[in-house]
């Protein structure tokens, strides 16, 4: 009897402890987004990178170590610190006139990270409105906007970038407004896709049924599920604005110096190419390492954010 009830008592408190045992809540979505962007190496460092450069630019004015358009008379073009007949107190060296080139690259991140997500911010909200009312409205509206958007597209973007500022003048601030326009078409057709395979789902059909008004639906109901691909393109087209942003400053026509923009440094160094390389090498790599992690970051999201693309 003994043998026989020691083995089937064993079983027993196994079960028992197997029906107890709590089980796990499944991750949020915030959470397991997360763990699939962690595990995208060229992601996870492009997100270092980014963190790195709004550090710079949140903390510039406290860590640049001079005036980004002071000039030194008695400095002109001397070479970065480890170079023979380098100046201690240039890190980086100097520019033509005189000026710290490290503290005008500082600078220059404040200001190309502010283009960037300024252009962003008004492109996006101005495509998403289009997008959405093209998307859910349909008929000759969506026709007409979409048509618009063709037409935009069809053009080369920083030619149309070009003409816009040549109508409006040279400057920072139309600049700005001529890439958020020529960004434009993509986010009004990334929502107005969006919107269009979100109007037959029970949700929003239910939510009719309830009485709710058009602009509740579009931005209340409907907007919310547009979100994910809008802030990966949001994400991309900060390297955008901060690329065409550069090639503008380069041509003369978006910031005029003496204004710290990476591209309008890499204007005034043209001729400097092979007398002083790091007068025009430094802005270059800035754009490059900006550029690039921003991108690396936009891809990390797509997949992230993609249950299609998700690993």
Known sequence: M???TTPSAAPASNVAQEVVEPVGAPPSPLRETWAYFKTNRGAFTGLIVIGFILFLALTAH??????PIAQDRTAFLKPPIWMEGADPRYILGTDAVGRDILSRLIHGAQLSVSIGVAVVILSMIAGIVLGMVAGYFRGWIEVAVMRLMDIMLSL??????????????PGLENAMLAIAIVQLPHYVRLTRASVVSE?????VIASQIAGAGHVRQMFVNILPNCMAPLIVQGTLGISSAILDAAALGFLGLGAQPPLPEWGTMLSEAREFVGSAWWVITFPGLCILVTVLAFNLMGDGLRDALD?????
């Open 2 to 4: 003994t043998e026989n």
């Open 62 to 67: 406290w860590i640049a170590p001079f005036d």
């Open 156 to 169: 080369p973007s920083l030619i149309m970038a070009l003409a816009i500022v040549a109508i409006l003048g």
């Open 199 to 203: 109007l037959n789902k029970e949700y």
């Open 307 to 311: 249950p299609k693309m998700k690993r």
